[in-house]
């Protein structure tokens, strides 16, 4: 199966700031990486697709990039609703989540 | 709208056996699939699996091999996850979501259910 690790596990930011979560892939999976946003208690909510593309709906502050192994989702400007969990998903093989990156308010 | 309702909370013993539904509504059933996933307290998330709606072509992870079973019936438009021989550790909210293919190895989530929760223990 193929591993997908995610870095960091968790991070500080402050409102308005610009981060980035990176995800790499334990063999190349070409494009084939979505990313996820969870906010407590709530399901899962896709943001980005095939690696680049911002599904509907979501936010143009949110952006994916990234080929083969090593992807990056950024947000270029921090909201408050934008604290959350991230996990990035490749459905090259068998859809393996990573382990998640968690946002927190510095 | 796209809807996907779940079936409610569960508590079982270990051994036995949960049985979740998803009943989707307002898109063309047969025209995508259904995945699960699921979450145990305070960890990420796990693919579990999916089918395809169309053709009853399932794909499971790995590690549930064996004891997970995902069905449809497509009469109710309705999706069912069952797991076996339930442990502590299956304690979790199981989510089920629309899968979106968009080629042979493309595949999304975009819709979700709200999740169910199984709770195993004696």
């Known amino acids: 199966d193929i591993q997908m690790t995610q870095s960091p596990s968790s991070l500080s930011a402050s409102v308005g700031g610009r981060l980035t979560i990176t995800c790499r892939a334990s063999q190349s999976i070409s494009t084939y990486l979505n990313w996820y946003q969870q906010q407590p208690g709530r399901a899962p909510k896709l943001l980005i697709r095939a690696a680049s593309s911002l599904q509907s709906g979501v936010p143009s502050r949110f952006s994916g990039s990234g080929s083969g192994t090593d992807f990056t989702l950024t947000i270029s400007s921090l909201q408050p609703e934008d604290f959350a969990t991230y996990y990035c998903q490749e459905s090259y093989s068998s859809l393996t989540f990573g382990g998640g990156t968690k946002v927190e308010i510095k | 709208q796209v809807q996907l309702v779940q079936s409610g909370a569960e508590v079982k013993k270990p051994g036995a056996s949960v049985k979740v539904s998803c009943k989707a509504s307002?898109?063309?059933?047969?025209?995508?699939?259904i995945g699960w996933v699921r979450q145990a307290p305070g960890q990420g998330v796990e693919w579990m699996g999916r089918?395809?709606?169309?053709?009853?072509?399932?794909k499971y992870a790995q590690n549930l091999q064996g004891r997970v079973t995902l069905t449809t019936d497509t009469s109710t438009s309705t999706a069912y996850m069952e797991l076996r021989t339930l442990r502590s550790d299956d304690t979790a909210i199981y989510y089920c979501a629309r899968v979106v293919d968009y080629d042979s190895s493309g595949y999304y989530s975009d819709h979700w259910g709200r999740g169910t929760l199984v709770t195993v223990s004696s």
């Open positions: 089918i395809s709606t169309y053709n009853g072509y399932t």
């Open positions: 307002g898109y063309s059933f047969t025209s995508y699939g």
